[in-house]
């Protein structure tokens, strides 16, 4: 075949052979979770390992082979294609000479000096409230001496074009303005557990002293640090359900223009816009940006450690590779899963060799490291690792989480597929961990990756999606898909995504002809219908089909009646009948700081009498199907209030209850 055919030929194929894939793909999206088991039972096809795991065992087997298929043709056409030298060819190993001058040891000097202070102290279980500002004193010290150290000055320039700079800051404020719009609204106010988060914070706000070193905050397994950082938050926003919860929505912001800066480092500008556009449509980062736990908090130093890490490695800065060792050990201070950014350098570092990569290169990663770890190990010593294995399935009782071999069974296919298919729902996520292009795009990405895994950039990458879905989804303790965790992987997966759109979006320039302002024009059509496709799927999951999907508890739907104009606006005040209604109702209606508008709140055994009910505005009641007394408060309440108008008000599931006794006649 001449080699002008073959060009044509291959021209037409390769791009053909990528669709093809990607279709594959997006069919293994669309079986996945869908009851197709009698037929495929009757075609002889068998349940594989997922029996016992997910209610259609041969569907989802099904799913992963075509998810393969897709993945496999996918990488191949990628690959002939030619477009292997873009500019994720940079490579990361690059030698860091540092030599101190002779009078950058005093600041050494002076930071271990007021490290070694710092740590004896918190040894002997001393804590004041100048120890945060000794630290930090410290860390400036050893910031300085390498600085002062480096052979050359740090070249931080990243030559970010003004129009990437506007790109990345309207995203990121389009983010935080579609997320605090209804931050406080009543459907997040009541899950079960979160307020111990919201009193610690409000606590520390309000002057109470609390070791900042410790892990031992709230539940005494939450680092002090995340409760500090959202008392902060909240002396800005208030000392209510917005400035608490406006505490989540920042971490979550902060993470996707940190994100874009490392994903252009390794692989461009058009595969970090792609990554940063679906990691802000995330319907998974928008439920948890809604939450007042400290959940979402270790995705940022995370994020930042290895942004930190490429710079100083790709740029020869000691400095820059003193600051990744910094937010991995400022990692320490927020939820377990971000101790696992060390792990992931390390095991990157390990994939280097002898020779590409010196002992002495790895001294200011570790003295960084090191400095922001010290003092949570003065306070808490080997606490720090038992109390994380604690949270995973290796501390949990095997009477109660099945032993050890039968939970990793079941938790690598439901972390691996997770974001494909999820059967399970919590914190407001429903369905697939990612929106169904999201997850076709992140899967074939992912298989990429993997099979350019000799280069560094994506061997990065490989490494941190490994490191984290082990850390946060193969151990976790419960027979679920781990989704209270595992949305530590949505950075990694927005890169994914990114790169699969990247490279589906050049192929386009294989088949558009001249001139080339047609074919990059043709690609930003395409980009923009697909991102715009994610983000209206994403808007739709979260803001309409789980909460008609998944009911809320009756505390929140009891916070609406409470919050809404015609029960706040009355003269008198609302009463609560419930049967338990302090543990979770009583701190969320408390956290609303509604003054003199707070209703009373009565259990079924401390009912007021009739005539202190006739004389209340709005009376709420909250029925118990499984309290025998439920009924015959229902009718002592009827009873008393025969001057109210009794309502029936639904969550937004229509699946829970609760009835409003509102003044006015009856009709």
Same mark, same amino acid.
């Given at each position: 075949?001449?080699?002008?055919?073959?060009?044509?030929?291959?021209?037409?194929?390769?791009?053909?052979?990528?669709?093809?894939?990607?279709?594959?793909?997006?069919?293994?999206?669309?079986?996945?979770?869908?009851?197709?088991?009698?037929?495929?039972?009757?075609?002889?096809?068998?349940?594989?390992?997922?029996?016992?795991?997910?209610?259609?065992?041969?569907?989802?087997?099904?799913?992963?082979?075509?998810?393969?298929?897709?993945?496999?043709?996918?990488?191949?056409?990628?690959?002939?294609?030619?477009?292997?030298?873009?500019?994720?060819?940079?490579?990361?190993?690059?030698?860091?000479?540092?030599?101190?001058?002779?009078?950058?040891?005093? &600041? !050494?000097? +002076?930071?271990?000096?007021?490290? *070694? =202070? /710092? %740590?004896?102290?918190?040894?002997? @279980?001393?804590?004041?409230?100048?120890?945060?500002?000794?630290?930090?004193?410290?860390?400036?010290?050893?910031?300085?001496?390498?600085?002062?150290?480096?052979?050359?000055?740090?070249?931080?320039?990243?030559?970010?074009?003004?129009?990437?700079?506007?790109?990345?800051?309207?995203?990121?404020?389009?983010?935080?303005?579609?997320?605090?719009?209804?931050?406080?609204?009543?459907?997040?106010?009541?899950?079960?557990?979160?307020?111990?988060?919201?009193?610690?914070?409000?606590?520390?706000?309000?002057?109470?002293?609390?070791?900042?070193?410790?892990?031992?905050?709230?539940?005494?397994?939450?680092?002090?640090?995340?409760?500090?950082?959202?008392?902060?938050?909240?002396?800005?926003?208030?000392?209510?359900?917005?400035?608490?919860?406006?505490?989540?929505? &920042? !971490?979550? +912001?902060?993470?996707?223009?940190? *994100? =874009? /800066? %490392?994903?252009?480092?390794?692989? @461009?500008?058009?595969?970090?816009?792609?990554?940063?556009?679906?990691?802000?449509?995330?319907?998974?980062?928008?439920?948890?940006?809604?939450?007042?736990?400290?959940?979402?908090?270790?995705?940022?130093?995370?994020?930042?450690?290895?942004?930190?890490?490429?710079?100083?490695?790709?740029?020869?800065?000691?400095?820059?590779?003193?600051?990744?060792?910094?937010?991995?050990?400022?990692?320490?201070?927020?939820?377990?899963?971000?101790?696992?950014?060390?792990?992931?350098?390390?095991?990157?570092?390990?994939?280097?060799?002898?020779?590409?990569?010196?002992?002495?290169?790895?001294?200011?990663?570790?003295?960084?490291?090191?400095?922001?770890?010290?003092?949570?190990?003065?306070?808490?010593?080997?606490?720090?690792?038992?109390?994380?294995?604690?949270?995973?399935?290796?501390?949990?009782?095997?009477?109660?989480?099945?032993?050890?071999?039968?939970?990793?069974?079941?938790?690598?296919?439901?972390?691996?597929?997770?974001?494909?298919?999820?059967?399970?729902?919590?914190?407001?996520?429903?369905?697939?961990?990612?929106?169904?292009?999201?997850?076709?795009?992140?899967?074939?990405?992912?298989?990429?990756?993997?099979?350019?895994?000799?280069?560094?950039?994506?061997?990065?990458?490989?490494?941190?999606?490994?490191?984290?879905?082990?850390?946060?989804?193969?151990?976790?303790?419960?027979?679920?898909?781990?989704?209270?965790?595992?949305?530590?992987?949505?950075?990694?997966?927005?890169?994914?995504?990114?790169?699969?759109?990247?490279?589906?979006?050049?192929?386009?320039?294989?088949?558009?002809?001249?001139?080339?302002?047609?074919?990059?024009?043709?690609?930003?059509?395409?980009?923009?219908?697909?991102?715009?496709?994610?983000?209206?799927?994403?808007?739709?999951?979260?803001?309409?089909?789980?909460?008609?999907?998944?009911?809320?508890?009756?505390?929140?739907?009891?916070?609406?009646?409470?919050?809404?104009?015609?029960?706040?606006?009355?003269?008198?005040?609302?009463?609560?009948?419930?049967?338990?209604?302090?543990?979770?109702?009583?701190?969320?209606?408390?956290?609303?700081?509604?003054?003199?508008?707070?209703?009373?709140?009565?259990?079924?055994?401390?009912?007021?009498?009739?005539?202190?009910?006739?004389?209340?505005?709005?009376?709420?009641?909250?029925?118990?199907?499984?309290?025998?007394?439920?009924?015959?408060?229902?009718?002592?309440?009827?009873?008393?209030?025969?001057?109210?108008?009794?309502?029936?008000?639904?969550?937004?599931?229509?699946?829970?209850?609760?009835?409003?006794?509102?003044?006015?006649?009856?009709?």
């Amino acid at each position: 075949m001449p080699a002008l055919l073959r060009s044509r030929v291959a021209m037409v194929a390769f791009p053909v052979m990528l669709l093809v894939g990607l279709g594959l793909a997006g069919a293994a999206q669309y079986f996945i979770g869908r009851d197709l088991e009698r037929r495929l039972d009757s075609w002889h096809f068998p349940a594989g390992l997922f029996g016992g795991i997910y209610p259609y065992p041969r569907t989802v087997l099904l799913a992963v082979v075509l998810f393969a298929a897709g993945g496999l043709l996918f990488v191949l056409a990628a690959r002939l294609m030619g477009r292997d030298s873009d500019s994720a060819a940079v490579a990361l190993r690059v030698p860091n000479r540092w030599r101190p001058p002779p009078s950058a040891a005093a &600041l !050494a000097l +002076a930071s271990l000096g007021l490290l *070694l =202070y /710092l %740590l004896i102290n918190l040894a002997r @279980g001393s804590y004041h409230e100048f120890y945060p500002y000794l630290f930090l004193a410290s860390a400036l010290a050893s910031a300085g001496f390498w600085i002062a150290g480096a052979r050359m000055r740090p070249r931080w320039s990243l030559r970010i074009n003004w129009y990437e700079a506007c790109a990345v800051g309207l995203i990121t404020a389009a983010f935080i303005a579609i997320n605090v719009r209804d931050l406080a609204n009543w459907y997040y106010s009541a899950i079960g557990d979160e307020y111990a988060f919201f009193h610690v914070a409000s606590a520390i706000g309000d002057g109470e002293t609390r070791n900042l070193f410790s892990q031992a905050g709230v539940y005494e397994n939450h680092p002090v640090a995340t409760s500090a950082y959202q008392a902060m938050v909240m002396k800005v926003f208030g000392f209510d359900q917005f400035g608490w919860r406006m505490g989540s929505l &920042l !971490a979550a +912001a902060a993470v996707i223009p940190v *994100l =874009y /800066l %490392l994903v252009r480092m390794l692989f @461009g500008v058009r595969p970090a816009l792609l990554s940063t556009v679906l990691l802000a449509s995330s319907h998974y980062l928008f439920a948890y940006a809604h939450l007042g736990y400290d959940s979402i908090f270790p995705l940022f130093p995370t994020v930042l450690c290895l942004l930190l890490f490429v710079v100083g490695m790709r740029k020869g800065s000691t400095f820059a590779l003193f600051g990744a060792g910094c937010a991995a050990g400022l990692g320490f201070y927020t939820f377990y899963s971000s101790r696992a950014a060390i792990v992931i350098l390390a095991l990157y570092l390990v994939t280097l060799g002898r020779r590409g990569l010196r002992p002495r290169d790895l001294v200011p990663l570790a003295w960084g490291f090191v400095l922001f770890v010290a003092p949570m190990f003065a306070v808490d010593r080997l606490d720090v690792f038992n109390r994380m294995t604690e949270q995973s399935v290796v501390g949990y009782d095997s009477s109660t989480v099945g032993e050890m071999a039968q939970r990793l069974r079941g938790n690598v296919p439901r972390s691996m597929l997770g974001f494909s298919y999820n059967p399970h729902n919590q914190h407001f996520v429903a369905g697939s961990l990612l929106d169904p292009i999201s997850a076709v795009l992140a899967t074939v990405g992912l298989l990429y990756c993997f099979s350019r895994i000799r280069h560094e950039g994506y061997r990065l990458l490989a490494i941190w999606f490994g490191v984290a879905v082990v850390a946060t989804g193969f151990f976790f303790p419960v027979a679920n898909v781990a989704i209270s965790r595992l949305h530590y992987l949505l950075p990694v997966l927005a890169a994914f995504a990114g790169l699969a759109l990247h490279h589906a979006l050049r192929s386009a320039e294989s088949v558009v002809l001249p001139p080339a302002i047609v074919s990059r024009g043709a690609q930003a059509i395409v980009a923009v219908a697909v991102l715009v496709a994610a983000f209206s799927l994403n808007v739709e999951r979260f803001w309409h089909e789980t909460p008609q999907d998944i009911p809320t508890s009756p505390d929140s739907v009891a916070v609406r009646a409470v919050l809404s104009p015609s029960c706040r606006d009355l003269p008198r005040q609302t009463l609560i009948v419930g049967a338990h209604p302090e543990p979770l109702l009583q701190p969320a209606i408390d956290a609303y700081n509604l003054g003199q508008e707070t209703p009373k709140i009565a259990t079924f055994d401390t009912l007021p009498s009739s005539s202190d009910l006739s004389t209340a505005g709005c009376v709420v009641f909250m029925p118990r199907d499984d309290d025998p007394r439920s009924d015959p408060i229902l009718r002592t309440l009827r009873e008393a209030l025969r001057t109210h108008r009794e309502e029936r008000l639904w969550d937004l599931s229509h699946i829970r209850y609760i009835l409003v006794f509102r003044p006015g006649s009856t009709p």
